[in-house]
T-cell receptor, first 113, second 110 residues
């Protein structure tokens, strides 16, 4: 069955370190998204991609970067982790066109100490 | 600016006590409204898409409806396993990502 996976599921890192969160989908979807979810804020869009070599900034992109070298993967990098980036991160994917339902991964809980 | 507001923030129901969750939106050109269910510690799970006013979708004890300004998620005779956070999101004109509301946390007590 097609699926979307994230790794690691839990990560503890120190302030200032570079961290990369992986997202891999086997739906063959063109669109991929990264969100963070915090109490009181709901899901907030970080970056998204509509295809290979395409990346776009979302609502809360400062301090994060992504690159899309193939259809299946959209890794999220925190260039220099900050305590404000402690959160739960979700990756999602969707087809293009009218079928815009997004399918979410299980999430990565990141703690920056 | 596109906005999605969900109410109430939290809802506590007795098993079998039917109710509705609200999702109101202010967008320029709605191209779809989406409902998701999220269990603690998991990613959101897609439930329904509604495209035009008057449209309804059903799944087990859940029924979603859409008007020009809001959507309702009706829960009929809920069970404890319906406890979750319910999120709604909208897609607007242009090739823009979904805009999510903050969710309604539903608790169904046996």
């Amino acid at each position: 069955d097609a699926e979307i996976t994230q790794s690691p599921r839990h990560k503890i890192t120190e302030t200032g370190r570079q961290v990369t969160l992986a997202c891999h989908q086997t739906w063959n979807h063109n669109n991929m998204f990264w969100y963070r979810q915090d109490l009181g804020h709901g899901l907030r869009l970080i970056h998204y991609s509509y295809g290979v070599q395409d990346t776009n900034k979302g609502e809360v992109s400062d301090g994060y970067s992504v690159s899309r070298s193939n259809t299946e993967d959209l890794p999220l990098t925190l260039e220099s982790a900050a305590s404000s980036q402690t959160s739960v991160y979700f990756c999602a994917s969707s087809e293009g066109g009218k079928a815009y339902e997004q399918y979410f991964g299980p999430g990565t809980r990141l703690t920056v100490t | 600016e596109d906005q999605v507001t969900q109410s109430p923030e939290a809802l506590r129901l007795q098993e079998g006590e039917s109710s509705s969750l609200n999702c109101s939106y202010t967008v320029s050109g709605l191209r779809g409204l989406f409902w998701y269910r999220q269990d603690p510690g998991k990613g959101p799970e897609f439930l329904f898409t509604l495209y035009s006013a008057g449209e309804e979708k059903e799944k087990e004890r859940l029924k979603a409806t859409l008007t020009k300004k809001e959507s309702f998620l009706h829960i009929t005779a809920p069970k404890p396993e319906d406890s979750a956070t319910y999120l709604c999101a909208v897609r607007t004109s242009g090739n823009t990502p979904l805009v999510f509301g903050k969710g309604t946390r539903l608790s169904v007590i046996a």
